[in-house]
């Protein structure tokens, strides 16, 4: 039987094993997802023409879901939340925007729509549908595993980053804001929530007691 080209020679394989070597202090076991997120990650780095080992904190990333995979983008960029180099859209799409913070130039990256099926192909004997993901996300040509696109961020890159040590207090609740996150509503500096964009509302609020109180809506029976 005729072997695939899988566009990875003997060193590239000693690369990924490096990489999944860092995930097995995260993850319990290697996945699918990790996969993805490692080879994604260093394309990425290669489409840029950044070096992910380097100190100049060129790359900044976005990724639009959490989990492992968001940790195999992380192990192949260097780009990790403590770093402050790694963003969460949480779009619930396997997908990482990766961005020169130096030019502004960015590339979304994303599994190809036929990569879960064309997996099987570089995993002819797996056991089982996930394994045949499993290895052959590791062993397909790149161009096959991954579509990229060329993609404008709309907010500004300084925006994204913000600026480390500064801080403020918010105006309304007097909360610290750190990092230029302040939003400035009518000459008021406001933090996020006090801003019109809380993600929590303190328990025994009126407007949390609305929102909790379900005694007002009927129930169809019949649905």
């Known amino acids: ?12 394989v000693l690369d990924l094993a490096a990489y999944f070597r860092c995930l097995a202090r995260l993850h319990p076991r290697l996945c699918p997802r990790q996969v993805l997120g490692v080879r994604m ?8 023409q950044i070096d992910a080992r380097s100190d100049d904190c060129r790359l900044l990333a976005i ?21 402050r180099n790694l963003r969460l859209v949480d779009y619930g ?17 994303r599994p190809n729509a036929a990569a879960r099926t064309r997996s099987a192909i570089y995993a002819q004997g797996a056991p089982s549908r996930w394994h045949s993901q499993l ?5 397909m040509p790149i161009a096959e595993l991954v579509s990229t696109e060329s993609v404008r961020v709309l907010t500004p890159v300084a925006a994204l980053i913000g600026q480390a040590g500064q801080r403020t207090e918010c105006e309304s609740c007097g909360e610290e804001i750190l990092n230029l996150r302040q939003v400035v509503v009518d000459n008021r500096s406001l933090c996020g929530g006090c801003a019109g964009h809380p993600y929590y509302l303190e328990s ?20």
């Not at 025994?204 to 649905?223: C, K, N, P, R």
Request: net charge negative.
């Open 135 to 139: 290895l052959g996300y590791q062993r």
């Open 204 to 223: 025994g609020s009126a407007a949390s007691e609305s929102i909790l109180d379900m005694s007002h809506f009927t129930v169809d029976e019949a649905a």
């Open 1 to 12: 039987m005729h072997k695939p080209d899988t566009g990875l020679d003997v060193n590239d």
């Open 63 to 83: 990724v639009e879901t959490d989990g492992c995979f968001a940790d195999g983008v992380s192990v192949a960029t260097g780009c990790w939340l403590g770093k």
């Open 93 to 109: 799409k396997i997908a990482v925007t990766a961005i020169d913070v130096g030019t502004e130039r960015a590339v979304r990256l």
């Open 41 to 48: 990650g260093i394309y990425a780095c290669d489409l840029l």
